[in-house]
């Protein structure tokens, strides 16, 4: 329903029997807050639930040796930029500097999620991970766009713009809005940062009734990543893009310290190999490394779960490279055009929702009184962002160096592994042979944070330090060309 002013009346034929239950104690609500109720029942497409429901529960039919079927990548759809042609990178690093240049490209960051498991109920994004410039992860993002703008706008001598369009969800929204307009953007123009939320879908009891959160209203929650499709085109983003010219998309998940942001390698890599879609991987660790893979399932691409490979699988190698056939690793950094973008809508009910048995608080519709269950009572439905892949027509898929390009942070501080510590660490030791590939020395000692406006991927350096020794020990931020000149001399 889409009415400005929802009436009980309106509301009720909507909800039908099956769900009518949840106005169980409308009546007993003080107007104003019957008033919101209905404006959030009227926000609700009730019947698509019902269906989106329906679908993800029923029965799905017994397996058969062709579902069953997983085969890897074919090598003409992969290539690798680990001990490749630095000839053949520099073209792609062209071609997307060109693309860049023109406009044509565009960046969407998926940021809803808060930083709960850090110890921090803000942004994710927000997280300082103790770097000598104690820098947000939204802040070195920003800043890798604004370096590639210079770049692209002093090799064209004109200006450029990447648009940024960054995906909260309900409860990140205004804190990320307000952390944006507190830092300025970073530097980067309010009318090219565009913040938009993704949708929300209600829990559901077993037997496909919604859960009430309180008396007055549903107990909704992200629809999960691959919300975001539908929120690029009910939110206006897709039409914002498309007055803009973008043709070219590069989306990626907010906590990964070490992404590429608009990577013009990515970027030419997939528009030379003129794919609408397309997905950057890496090497898995080892066979029972606990990642997604890229992999061919049932004649599409999908991103196949590690336990739906068996381990003779996993551990099965191309007989030419002797690499992990099923080896990869999926890390959310994706390539769409954007008429690609245009076409989901075309087969969104189509695409499978999946099941979360989750513990969600709710009222008791014979007492009134609020249930904490202590096991599962509830389903939650979500799309997964890679859930489009099996629909595009020309997949590319880019194998990146993990160390340069992903370091995720998922865990507690001192976890050991994908944490903040962890994250300072991989960024420090990636400036270290930044510098040291350009030519300088570098002391032991010395922990050296270059800033992204000063270099992107290692570039500019070599003209200042080939040949110099780094003068630091200890932690030392370079912010600008100045300060890197400085510290060779």
């Given at each position: 329903m889409s009415a400005s002013t929802p009436t009980l009346d309106s509301i009720e034929a909507s909800l039908g029997s099956k769900q009518s239950h949840v106005l169980t104690f409308y009546a007993s609500l003080p107007p104003a807050e019957q008033a919101a109720f209905l404006h959030e029942l009227a926000s609700i497409d009730i019947d698509r639930c019902n269906t989106i429901f329906a679908k993800a529960t029923q029965t799905p039919p017994a397996a058969t040796a062709h579902e069953a079927d997983l085969k890897p990548l074919p090598?003409?759809?992969?290539?690798?930029?680990?001990g490749a042609d630095e000839a053949k990178v520099a073209?792609?690093?062209?071609t997307g500097m060109e693309s860049i240049a023109k406009g044509e490209c565009a960046v969407v960051l998926m940021a809803g999620g808060q930083g709960t498991r850090l110890?921090?109920?803000?942004?994710k994004g927000c997280y300082d991970i103790s770097l000598p410039s104690h820098k947000s992860l939204f802040q070195l993002q920003a800043e890798r766009i604004l370096r590639l703008q210079n770049l692209a706008s002093r090799l064209h001598g004109k200006p450029v713009v990447i648009p940024w369009y960054v995906m909260t969800s309900g409860p990140t929204r205004k804190d990320t809005e307000d952390f944006f307009k507190a830092n300025g953007n970073w530097g980067l123009p309010a009318e090219n940062v565009i913040v938009f939320e993704q949708g929300v879908l209600p829990a559901f009891y077993p037997d496909g009734r919604l859960l009430l959160a309180t008396k007055g209203s549903l107990s909704l929650s992200p629809d999960g990543n691959g919300g975001i499709y539908a929120a690029l085109r009910t939110q206006k983003v897709l039409d914002d893009m498309r007055k803009r010219g973008v043709k070219y998309v590069h989306l990626y998940g907010v906590d990964n310290c070490l992404v590429r942001v608009a990577d013009p390698v990515f970027f030419g890599y997939c528009i030379a190999k003129g794919a609408d879609c397309g997905a950057k991987v890496v090497r898995k660790s080892s066979p029972t490394e606990a990642a997604g893979v890229l992999a061919v399932k049932d004649g599409k691409i999908n991103v196949v779960e590690y336990s739906e490979i068996s381990k003779e699988m996993a551990a099965s190698v191309h007989p030419k490279t002797g690499q992990l056939l099923f080896g990869a690793a999926n890390i959310a950094n994706h390539f769409y055009t954007t008429a690609f973008l245009e076409k989901v809508q075309t087969y969104e009910k189509e695409l499978e929702y999946h099941i979360a048995h989750k513990k969600?608080?709710?009222?008791?519709?014979?007492t009134?009184?609020?249930?904490?269950?202590?096991?599962?009572?509830?389903?939650?439905l979500e799309l997964f962002v890679f859930d489009v892949f099996p629909h595009a027509q020309n997949f590319a898929v880019l194998e990146v160096d993990r160390k340069e390009e992903f370091s995720p942070l998922k865990n507690a501080p001192n976890t050991g592994t994908d944490d903040p510590q962890t994250s300072r660490r991989d960024i420090l030791a990636q400036h270290r042979r930044f510098l040291e590939a350009a030519g300088a020395t570098v002391e032991a000692a010395a922990e050296v944070e270059l800033s992204p406006v000063v270099t992107y991927s290692g570039e500019g350096l070599k003209e200042v330090v080939k040949g110099k020794k780094v003068h630091a020990s200890g932690a030392i931020y370079v912010a600008s060309d100045t300060d890197l000149k400085n510290l060779v001399a």
């Amino acid at each position: 329903m889409s009415a400005s002013t929802p009436t009980l009346d309106s509301i009720e034929a909507s909800l039908g029997s099956k769900q009518s239950h949840v106005l169980t104690f409308y009546a007993s609500l003080p107007p104003a807050e019957q008033a919101a109720f209905l404006h959030e029942l009227a926000s609700i497409d009730i019947d698509r639930c019902n269906t989106i429901f329906a679908k993800a529960t029923q029965t799905p039919p017994a397996a058969t040796a062709h579902e069953a079927d997983l085969k890897p990548l074919p090598d003409a759809m992969v290539d690798s930029t680990i001990g490749a042609d630095e000839a053949k990178v520099a073209k792609w690093w062209d071609t997307g500097m060109e693309s860049i240049a023109k406009g044509e490209c565009a960046v969407v960051l998926m940021a809803g999620g808060q930083g709960t498991r850090l110890g921090s109920s803000a942004p994710k994004g927000c997280y300082d991970i103790s770097l000598p410039s104690h820098k947000s992860l939204f802040q070195l993002q920003a800043e890798r766009i604004l370096r590639l703008q210079n770049l692209a706008s002093r090799l064209h001598g004109k200006p450029v713009v990447i648009p940024w369009y960054v995906m909260t969800s309900g409860p990140t929204r205004k804190d990320t809005e307000d952390f944006f307009k507190a830092n300025g953007n970073w530097g980067l123009p309010a009318e090219n940062v565009i913040v938009f939320e993704q949708g929300v879908l209600p829990a559901f009891y077993p037997d496909g009734r919604l859960l009430l959160a309180t008396k007055g209203s549903l107990s909704l929650s992200p629809d999960g990543n691959g919300g975001i499709y539908a929120a690029l085109r009910t939110q206006k983003v897709l039409d914002d893009m498309r007055k803009r010219g973008v043709k070219y998309v590069h989306l990626y998940g907010v906590d990964n310290c070490l992404v590429r942001v608009a990577d013009p390698v990515f970027f030419g890599y997939c528009i030379a190999k003129g794919a609408d879609c397309g997905a950057k991987v890496v090497r898995k660790s080892s066979p029972t490394e606990a990642a997604g893979v890229l992999a061919v399932k049932d004649g599409k691409i999908n991103v196949v779960e590690y336990s739906e490979i068996s381990k003779e699988m996993a551990a099965s190698v191309h007989p030419k490279t002797g690499q992990l056939l099923f080896g990869a690793a999926n890390i959310a950094n994706h390539f769409y055009t954007t008429a690609f973008l245009e076409k989901v809508q075309t087969y969104e009910k189509e695409l499978e929702y999946h099941i979360a048995h989750k513990k969600v608080k709710t009222v008791d519709l014979a007492t009134g009184t609020g249930v904490a269950p202590t096991t599962p009572n509830a389903i939650k439905l979500e799309l997964f962002v890679f859930d489009v892949f099996p629909h595009a027509q020309n997949f590319a898929v880019l194998e990146v160096d993990r160390k340069e390009e992903f370091s995720p942070l998922k865990n507690a501080p001192n976890t050991g592994t994908d944490d903040p510590q962890t994250s300072r660490r991989d960024i420090l030791a990636q400036h270290r042979r930044f510098l040291e590939a350009a030519g300088a020395t570098v002391e032991a000692a010395a922990e050296v944070e270059l800033s992204p406006v000063v270099t992107y991927s290692g570039e500019g350096l070599k003209e200042v330090v080939k040949g110099k020794k780094v003068h630091a020990s200890g932690a030392i931020y370079v912010a600008s060309d100045t300060d890197l000149k400085n510290l060779v001399a």
